[in-house]
């Protein structure tokens, strides 16, 4: 997959998929709508002396690192595990520039580690921090209420389809708890009415920088 590198409005990167005419972050800052999409309106939400979380799209791995982050600033426990069936190469992800803007240069082995550890086994990162990835497909898993919150960090609907149908988000309110919670950026209507339809309890919210909507969905 050919991505090309480009810099957003908060002076962070993305990377622009033109094949599919779609980017990992918002052009509106990439930083600043994952604080807010995954962090703000999603961890901190849900915050707990001990989470367990699904990434569905790990890519760039922003959304990890800044729950890395997290369990510095709370001092909570995370168990993070982010699928990504396409990973991106080394190549792409040592230019990011997130590091040096969150001003967490001096966890670069952290960063480095998150794409560079093996797929599949869980290692633990630091004491309050365990990070586990795989490259299966979301349609290929049958999690059972092992999570308390999913970032739900797919491709837009007119990118990957496939990705917001039915049959997927059946698996995800399968995978969380009761009470267990699931953001994503995306707020179309009919996202809303499929994630509703399969049970989840859903909350527009207002979304980040550039976007007006988010959708936050609780399992009952």
Same mark, same amino acid.
């Given at each position: 997959?050919?991505?090309?590198?480009?810099?957003?409005?908060?002076?962070?990167?993305?990377?622009?998929?033109?094949?599919?005419?779609?980017?990992?972050?918002?052009?509106?800052?990439?930083?600043?709508?994952?604080?807010?999409?995954?962090?703000?309106?999603?961890?901190?939400?849900?915050?707990?002396?001990?989470?367990?979380?699904?990434?569905?799209?790990?890519?760039?791995?922003?959304?990890?690192?800044?729950?890395?982050?997290?369990?510095?600033?709370?001092?909570?426990?995370?168990?993070?595990?982010?699928?990504?069936?396409?990973?991106?190469?080394?190549?792409?992800?040592?230019?990011?520039?997130?590091?040096?803007?969150?001003?967490?240069?001096?966890?670069?082995? /952290? =960063?480095?580690? +998150?794409?560079?550890?093996?797929?599949?086994?869980?290692?633990? &990162? #630091?004491?309050?921090? *365990?990070?586990?990835?795989?490259?299966?497909?979301?349609?290929?898993?049958?999690?059972?209420?092992?999570?308390?919150?999913?970032?739900?960090?797919?491709?837009?609907?007119?990118?990957?389809?496939?990705?917001?149908?039915?049959? /997927? =988000?059946?698996? +995800?309110?399968?995978?969380?708890?009761?009470?267990?919670?699931? &953001? #994503?950026?995306?707020? *179309?209507?009919?996202?809303?009415?499929?994630?509703?339809?399969?049970?989840?309890?859903?909350?527009?919210?207002?979304?980040?920088?550039?976007?007006?909507?988010?959708?936050?969905?609780?399992?009952?």
């Amino acid at each position: 997959m050919d991505v090309d590198l480009i810099t957003t409005r908060d002076g962070s990167h993305t990377l622009d998929v033109p094949g599919l005419k779609e980017r990992y972050h918002s052009i509106h800052g990439a930083i600043q709508e994952s604080k807010h999409v995954f962090i703000e309106m999603g961890l901190c939400h849900f915050s707990s002396e001990s989470l367990s979380i699904l990434e569905v799209g790990f890519g760039t791995g922003l959304n990890a690192f800044l729950t890395f982050l997290e369990t510095i600033n709370q001092e909570i426990l995370i168990n993070y595990h982010a699928l990504e069936p396409f990973p991106l190469p080394l190549s792409c992800t040592i230019k990011l520039n997130y590091l040096k803007l969150l001003e967490a240069v001096k966890f670069q082995k /952290v =960063f480095n580690l +998150m794409h560079q550890c093996p797929w599949g086994p869980a290692i633990q &990162v #630091t004491p309050q921090y *365990k990070f586990q990835k795989s490259i299966r497909k979301v349609q290929d898993t049958d999690y059972k209420t092992e999570f308390e919150l999913i970032y739900y960090d797919a491709f837009a609907p007119h990118a990957q389809a496939e990705m917001w149908n039915e049959d /997927v =988000f059946v698996k +995800m309110i399968d995978a969380l708890k009761s009470g267990g919670g699931l &953001v #994503t950026y995306c707020a *179309k209507g009919d996202v809303r009415r499929t994630m509703q339809k399969v049970g989840f309890h859903v909350q527009k919210l207002p979304g980040p920088r550039g976007k007006r909507e988010m959708l936050r969905g609780i399992k009952p």
